[in-house]
């Protein structure tokens, strides 16, 4: 397959997530890669055998330079973390990273954004639907992957999940944890940007990347929970909003706050695939379970011998002036 990558690779977000996973697959292939990052300096002294480059989305002086002599581009870069505002931030470092591509003559851009969904998206969902349609609005061939959640160590969803999981031993569970999605494993999402720098395709097209299996919140918290080895006791509620629910996310997650709030919005509406091609398409089709994933992130994790705080703190949370949706 190394042999259809359009090399050397720029890497964005290569201190995140999905770019610290990716990286190693990549090496592995023999690829040449070079790291785009705000600070390449430190990146450099911690990781001085890979090759770093100063890149700023919302820089667009340092885009082209660092795209120089690149002909393919992962773009992993999210602006959550940032607050409010984020929506605008993401477009607007989309449009500056498809026409810095565009002058550095980059061939092929590869971007994971997420599932469209079948009601009208979170403000999460629909920033990361609008990046693709920048990208893929320019000259520069581009493959959007469309995943739901990425379950592994450093990702954001799963961590919320896990944490629940682990440390709530009863849940209320409103009308949205029955919403459904396809979990993805980390290694099958890296396999699935591999496939993209290798496909041989003109133009730009979307995919949904899908996991083996579709399920509710609610299932995926009390499978989580039984690896963890306990059960979670949940009980149906008619009313609380996913916003709502997310206030209460603080006396039992680490996760970012406000990070925690625009994910667990967009758990409103089913998350499912239109279709799972793109796996066969790119000869991947063995993807790891959803009980396989899941104890693979996992491992190592000591389940909390102390709950998250009690139905005190639980109300507190709920009937607080900040909880008003």
């Known amino acids: 397959m190394q042999d259809d990558i359009k090399d050397p690779i720029l890497l964005t977000g290569a201190t995140g997530f999905i770019g610290k996973h990716l990286y190693p697959r990549l090496a592995e292939l023999g690829v040449r890669v070079r790291n785009g990052t705000r600070r390449p300096e430190e ?31 992962v ?10 505002g984020y929506r605008n931030r993401e477009r607007a470092a989309a449009r500056a ?13 590869v971007y994971l954004g997420g599932v469209e969904p079948d009601a009208v998206p979170s403000r999460h969902l629909g920033s ?12 520069v061939s581009t493959v959007e992957l469309r995943a739901s959640m990425v379950i592994g160590e450093g990702s954001a969803s799963w961590q919320i999940v896990r944490d629940l999981a682990a440390r709530l031993p009863v849940m209320l569970l409103p009308k949205w944890t029955r919403s459904r999605s396809q979990p993805i494993y980390i290694d099958d999402v890296v396999e699935a940007i591999v496939g993209a720098l290798a496909l041989d395709m003109q133009g730009s097209a979307w995919f949904d990347i899908p996991g083996p299996e579709t399920l ?11 690896l963890l080895g306990h059960d979670m006791a949940g009980y149906p509620v008619p009313l609380l909003s996913p916003r709502l629910s997310s206030y209460w996310l603080r006396f039992v997650t680490g996760c970012d706050m406000y990070l925690a709030r625009e994910l667990v919005e967009g758990l409103k509406t089913d998350l499912v695939a239109e279709d799972h091609s793109y796996w066969e398409r790119i000869g991947h089709t063995d993807l790891v379970g959803f009980d396989e994933a899941a104890q693979r992130a996992t491992q190592g994790l000591e389940p909390d011998s102390l709950f998250a705080r009690t139905y005190e703190g639980l109300v507190q949370a709920i009937s607080s002036p900040q909880a008003s949706p």
């Open 128 to 139: 990361r639907l609008e990046t693709g349609i920048i990208l893929r609005g320019g000259r």
């Open 75 to 84: 773009y992993l870069v999210h602006q959550m973390m940032g607050g409010e």
């Open 97 to 109: 990273f498809r026409k810095a591509a565009e002058r550095a003559g980059v061939e092929r851009i």
């Open 216 to 226: 509710t919140v609610e299932q995926i918290l009390h499978r989580t929970a039984r």
């Open 43 to 73: 990146s450099r002294s911690e990781q001085p055998d890979r090759e770093w480059v100063e890149l700023d989305v919302e820089r667009p002086e340092t885009l082209e330079p660092a795209m120089e002599g690149c002909r393919s581009a």
